[in-house]
């Protein structure tokens, strides 16, 4: 897995990129997350366009993500889940938890101020 941050205003977007297996990809979303909640941002999108696989690790990971940013009254969005994602998302149940985006635009759009 890659990961690339951006700072839009108040949000942070991570991209992840490649495999999202969990093991060392935990370490690495979950340092680069802490680093920005360090900072201030509460708003996270994370987008999925180039995100070629997945597995439960994965997920753990999002979900992870989304509990730790929750736990400091933040939000944290999904944007540009691939039909492989989305399928995952709606077997797990997990569409019910995350707030998802067709892109990373309308994602950013969608906090409120």
Not at 75 to 89: C, F, H, N, P, V
Request: aromatic share 4%.
């Amino acid at each position: 897995m890659k990961l690339k941050s951006e700072r839009h205003g108040s949000v942070v977007v991570l991209e992840l990129r490649g495999k999202v297996m969990g093991g060392p990809d935990a370490t690495v979303f979950r340092d680069e997350l802490k680093k920005h909640l360090d900072d201030g941002i509460r708003k996270v999108v994370v987008d999925l366009g180039k995100v070629d696989w997945m597995n439960s690790s994965g997920l753990g990971i999002l979900i992870g993500g989304l509990t730790t940013v929750k736990n400091l009254s933040g939000e944290m969005k999904l944007a540009r889940t691939t039909d492989k994602i989305q399928s995952l998302l709606m077997i797990t149940k997990l569409v019910q938890v995350f707030d998802t985006h067709d892109s990373v635009e309308s994602a950013i759009a969608s906090f409120s101020e």
